[in-house]
C-alpha cells in the first residue's frame, strides 16, 4: 500500500522524477528492465513527470502494472501505436543521438493530433489592433483561457493529458503568454466576457508572488464584466503541500482571498481522476485551506480506460467530493489527442457508467454533468441511447457551442458502440448534424 503521511512532521520538498532520474527510484528498480525500457520508449515521446508525494502517497506498489495512479503518471507501452513505439524502440537500440530521438519523436507527435478541437486554428482571439494572442483561447463567449507562460509545466503529468504539446519542447505547438496587459485589453474590448481560466500546465505552478501579479492586473483595472477567476489546477491531487507546507502556502491563500473580497467568484476547477487522490489527511487539510478563502472547488475528470471506467468508483469519488465541500462539475470524455486508443472508452459505455454513477449519490452530487466530449463545434453531452421506429440510436446535445444557439438542442446519431468520439458517429434521419453546415462557414472563415 502507499505510505501513509503526517503532513506536520515536516515540510516536504518537491521532487521530481523524469526520464532522467526514474531508475534511481527503488520501486522502479523492482521492475523488469524490460518494463523500464518500455517507459524510456513512450516517455520520449509523451511527457513525463511524477513526483514524491505520487510515488510516496498515492501509488501502490504492490499493485503494479494495475495501480490506476501507477498508470495515470508513469508511461505504458499501450500507450503508443505499436508502429509509432517500433519507430521510437529502433531509435533508442541503435543509439541515436539526442537531436536524432528528438526528431523521431517530433515526427510521431505530429500524427497524435497536437492540437484538437480546433485550438490552434478556431480559438485564438485577436485584438482590434489585429494582434493575435497565442496565450490565450476564446471559444464559448462568456469564458476566454489564460496561458501563464510561467505555468507550462505541472507538479506531476497525466499519460492522458489532452495539454501534452505544451511540455514536450515543440515551442510551436506552444500557448503562453507573459504579459497581464493584452488579457486585460482583450476583456476590455469584450464584454460578453465574464471568466477568465487560468490554465497551462497547472497556475498553481507558480510562486504566489508571480500570480499575484496577474490577480493585482485584473483587480485594479476594474473590469466591469469580469464576474469570476478560474484556475484549473490538478495541485490538490499531485502536490498539495502547496496550499499547506511550502514556503509560500499562506501567501497564496492571502492572493485567493484577495479575490473574494473584491467581490469576484473564485472557481477553483481542480482535477481528480480517482478516489484515491482523495485519500490522504494532506488533500483533505489543502481542500480545507483553500475553501477557507471563500474559493468554490469544482471537480472534474475525464473517464478513462484502466484507471477509473468504474461506475462504482465514479459514485463513491463524487460522494468523497460532497463530503469535502466540493461541487461534481463534469465527466469528460477522452480527447481525440495522444494515448486516445489508449485511455478511450466507447461514448455507449461511457454513457451507461454515467447513469449508473449518477443514480448512486444523492442531489447534491448531481451537479456533475457528463459524459462531455470537448469537441471542435462546442461540449457535446452523451445523454444516453433510445429506439425511435424501431431504430436504435444516440442521443446528444450541446452543454457549450460555438454558436449559442446550439445549446440544449438535441440531436441523434446512429448506434454505434465502437465509436469514442463525434467524429466517429453518423447522423440519424439526415446526411449531416444540424450544425455542420455552419461549422464549415466558421472555419472557412479563419
Not at 19 to 41: A, G, K, W
Not at 260 to 271: E, K
Not at 324 to 353: E, K
Amino acid at each position: 500500500m502507499a505510505q501513509q503521511e503526517s503532513i506536520w512532521d515536516d515540510s516536504p520538498t518537491l521532487k521530481s522524477y523524469t526520464l532522467s532520474n526514474f531508475r534511481q527510484l527503488p520501486q522502479i528498480q523492482n521492475l523488469s528492465e524490460e518494463t523500464r525500457f518500455e517507459m524510456e520508449v513512450v516517455g520520449n515521446v509523451l511527457p513525463f513527470k511524477a513526483n514524491n508525494y505520487v510515488v510516496e502517497h498515492l501509488i501502490d506498489w504492490n499493485n503494479i502494472p494495475n495501480d490506476p495512479m501507477y498508470v495515470l503518471t508513469f508511461p505504458q507501452k499501450g500507450m503508443l501505436k505499436s508502429e509509432h513505439y517500433e519507430k521510437m524502440e529502433f531509435a533508442l537500440k541503435q543509439n541515436f543521438d539526442k537531436k536524432e530521438i528528438a526528431s523521431v519523436a517530433n515526427e510521431i507527435r505530429l500524427q497524435l493530433n497536437p492540437h484538437p478541437a480546433g485550438q490552434m486554428e478556431l480559438n485564438v482571439p485577436t485584438l482590434k489592433d489585429g494582434t493575435k494572442l497565442y496565450g490565450m483561447q476564446h471559444k464559448y463567449k462568456e469564458t476566454c483561457l489564460f496561458f501563464p507562460s510561467q505555468s507550462q509545466t505541472c507538479h506531476a503529468y497525466c499519460s492522458f493529458c489532452f495539454r501534452w504539446p505544451q511540455f514536450v519542447g515543440m515551442d510551436e505547438m506552444k500557448f503562453a503568454m507573459q504579459e497581464g496587459e493584452q488579457l486585460v485589453q482583450y476583456v476590455q474590448e469584450h464584454p460578453e466576457i465574464t471568466d477568465i481560466l487560468f490554465t497551462g500546465g497547472d497556475p498553481m505552478i507558480m510562486k504566489s508572488k508571480v500570480f499575484a501579479k496577474y490577480i493585482d492586473l485584473l483587480i485594479e483595472s476594474n473590469l466591469p464584466n469580469l464576474k469570476t477567476i478560474r484556475i484549473g489546477t490538478k495541485s490538490l491531487s499531485y502536490w498539495p503541500y502547496k496550499f499547506l507546507t511550502d514556503s509560500d502556502s499562506l501567501e497564496m491563500l492571502d492572493v485567493f482571498r484577495k479575490v473574494t473580497d473584491n467581490g469576484l467568484h473564485l472557481a477553483f476547477m481542480a482535477h481528480f481522476n480517482h478516489l484515491n487522490e482523495l485519500s490522504t489527511l494532506s488533500v483533505k487539510q489543502a481542500i480545507k485551506a483553500v475553501r477557507e478563502t471563500g474559493a468554490e472547488i469544482r471537480t472534474q475528470s475525464p473517464l478513462l480506460a484502466h484507471i477509473n471506467d468504474d461506475a462504482s468508483m465514479w459514485a463513491q469519488m463524487w460522494n468523497k467530493q460532497v463530503q469535502l465541500g466540493c461541487i461534481p462539475y463534469y465527466m469528460f470524455v477522452v480527447r481525440d489527442t495522444g494515448a486516445q486508443h489508449y485511455f478511450g472508452v466507447p461514448l455507449v459505455r461511457a454513457a451507461n457508467i454515467f447513469k449508473e454513477a449518477y443514480s448512486k449519490v444523492s442531489g447534491l452530487a448531481r451537479t456533475v454533468r457528463g459524459p462531455s466530449m470537448s469537441a471542435t463545434p462546442g461540449k457535446v453531452h452523451v445523454m444516453g441511447t433510445t429506439t425511435i421506429n424501431n431504430e436504435k440510436l444516440i442521443v446528444l446535445r450541446f452543454l457549450q457551442g460555438r454558436n449559442p444557439a446550439w445549446v440544449e438542442t438535441p440531436f441523434f446519431a446512429k448506434y454505434d458502440e465502437n465509436a469514442i468520439w463525434l467524429d466517429d458517429l453518423k447522423p440519424a434521419f439526415t446526411d449531416k448534424f444540424f450544425f455542420e453546415d455552419e461549422m464549415a462557414r466558421l472555419q472557412s472563415k479563419k
